[in-house]
């Protein structure tokens, strides 16, 4: 049965989830994207279905995000909160673990390297320098250093070194760090996150690693996503039960 968990991040912060118990001490965590969160109706669906097969998982809310405790929406921040989740879950006895990065997830997943991490799958990743777009971001920064988005009810505070991080990313610096198979998932209608950006980022990857594109999806691939879920399980049962 789920259950509503706390846990803290190294900034002090209260970040909230959703934990998925089972007989099985693997787990699977999935990281939302960019000011969104982890009570999407596809989430609820995915955690679901991978609980129903045998799968621990843990849907959780990154600062600012949701029921979560905000600060700065920084690279480095998201970060935080992704290390201090997996920091979460060991505490409880899990001992290998699966990532599922969405959007800006796959660039702050990847960013992370840890053993008990035996198994990564992307949805729509970001995985290369952002350079498209910013101008609009930069003329609202201009005046504070920072802006305010506002998104579900929450306010999330984008400053400028957000910006900066996004614009420093290595694709090949960064993927070429990962040493277990990968999954990419991606719609061929996406027009937030380019699958051209996912077919450079496959060749980084090691041997093993996959890219299914999703016909007709866009950036939430929620169009098929029976599809995703599917190919989903079947990864984490090759790579992780």
């Not at 929406?73 to 970060?79: D, F, P, Q, R």
Request: net charge positive; glycine share 8%.
């Amino acid at each position: 049965m789920m259950k509503k968990i706390n846990f803290k991040n190294k900034r002090g912060l209260n970040l909230v989830g959703i934990l998925y118990p089972s007989q099985n001490k693997k787990i699977v965590l999935l990281v939302h994207g960019w000011c969104s969160n982890k009570d999407r109706k596809r989430f609820l669906k995915l955690a679901d279905n991978m609980n129903k097969v045998g799968f621990s998982f843990l849907r959780f809310d990154q600062s600012s995000s949701g029921e979560s405790e905000g600060d700065e929406v920084t690279v480095e921040n998201l970060i935080d909160d992704i290390k201090s989740a997996i920091e979460f879950v060991k505490s409880q006895g899990y001992e290998e673990i699966g990532l599922i990065g969405e959007s800006l997830g796959g660039l702050t997943t990847l960013s992370i390297l840890d053993n008990a991490i035996k198994a990564r799958v992307l949805f729509a990743p970001v995985t290369a320098a952002k350079t498209a777009d910013l101008g609009k971001y930069e003329g609202l920064i201009e005046d504070k250093g920072y802006f305010i988005k506002e998104k579900d009810g929450n306010k999330f505070k984008i400053p400028n070194k957000y910006l900066e991080e996004r614009k420093a990313v290595n694709q090949e610096e960064l993927l070429s760090k990962i040493k277990i198979p990968v999954l990419i998932l991606h719609g061929d209608k996406d027009d937030k996150v380019p699958l051209e950006s996912s077919r450079e980022a496959i060749k980084f990857f090691p041997k093993g690693s996959k890219l299914e594109i999703i016909r007709g999806a866009g950036h939430d691939l929620e169009e098929n996503y029976e599809k995703v879920i599917n190919l989903t399980i079947e990864w984490f049962d090759k790579y992780l039960k």
